[in-house]
């Protein structure tokens, strides 16, 4: 007799083959719970009735500042039975700190991932003044937060994992044991489980208020010992394609949108962005 567990893969899959849609995993921010991603849902199964959708349950409000990488493994065996169950792929939808653990595991686990959505997430990492911060650390501004970050200690902050101070690089690479990781393309692995992804779509805006620089969202960031911004085709992680963001880029499978008027907790709630920008790659 099958396994509740089979069954319910089972179903998913029986769903995805009537309604024609592949499911979608759905995963929240920092300081936020899969209840702030409820509106997304709503909009992905009103627009493809039937659609599976998984809406991680796990990292919620204060564990959301737990280390990165048990964030990775964590959420990845949330979702490990839905993705095997669906043999045509599965579509990712990651919002701010979830677009990076959604990155983490697309890099170090050969998933089963057709688009990834990163939606308004700090993909080249995060330099920046914030409520966020402010409320985490009242007493420390950007400049000084290195202090915090770049230590053991600080590296079992979610945030600390990928704080990218231009300023201090060299501290950055020596105690950064998250991006710096899923930057550098130091195990084989990463680059080649990247690369199985179908579709990347890249989504933030100059009025977001809270990723900094807004364009680490579509992978560009500040120079060394600079806060001027050079996008994505600058960076050294794409130009030496580390982990397979040129592979992508030259094959046509990155889009980019850049969205004004949008502050950073409206991206997982705003009709008009999902409308435009996200339903049309979930096919």
Request: aromatic share 14%; net charge negative.
């Amino acid at each position: 007799m099958a396994s509740t567990k089979e069954l319910i893969i089972l179903a998913c899959m029986l769903v995805s083959s009537v309604n024609g849609y592949r499911p979608v995993v759905v995963m929240h921010g920092i300081l936020s719970s899969y209840d702030s991603m409820t509106n997304m849902v709503q909009f992905i199964q009103k627009a493809h009735p039937g659609t599976e959708v998984l809406n991680v349950d796990a990292y919620n409000d204060a564990d959301s500042v737990s280390p990165m990488w048990d964030q990775v493994n964590g959420v990845q065996s949330k979702i490990q039975s839905f993705v095997e169950g669906a043999p045509d792929g599965v579509h990712m939808i990651c919002y701010s700190q979830g677009g990076l653990i959604c990155r983490g595991i697309l890099e170090s686990y050969p998933t089963n991932i057709h688009t990834f959505v990163s939606l308004s997430s700090p993909q080249a990492g995060q330099y920046g003044d914030t409520d966020y911060l402010k409320y985490l650390f009242p007493n420390y501004t950007k400049e000084h937060l290195y202090l915090v970050f770049y230590t053991d200690a600080g590296q079992d902050v979610s945030v600390g994992g990928y704080w990218n101070d231009p300023y201090h690089q060299e501290l950055y690479s020596q105690y950064g044991k998250f991006l710096p990781f899923l930057n550098n393309g130091s195990n084989p692995a990463f680059k080649s489980n990247f690369l199985k992804v179908q579709r990347l779509v890249l989504i933030g805006g100059p009025d977001d208020g809270v990723i900094t620089p807004w364009e680490s969202s579509q992978f560009g960031f500040f120079d060394v010992n600079s806060e001027n911004v050079s996008p994505m085709s600058s960076q050294t992680f794409y130009l030496q394609d580390s982990f397979g963001l040129h592979t992508l880029q030259n094959a046509g499978k990155i889009t980019a949108y850049t969205v004004p008027g949008i502050q950073h907790t409206e991206w997982p709630n705003n009709q008009d962005v999902f409308s435009t920008y996200i339903e049309p790659w979930l096919d």
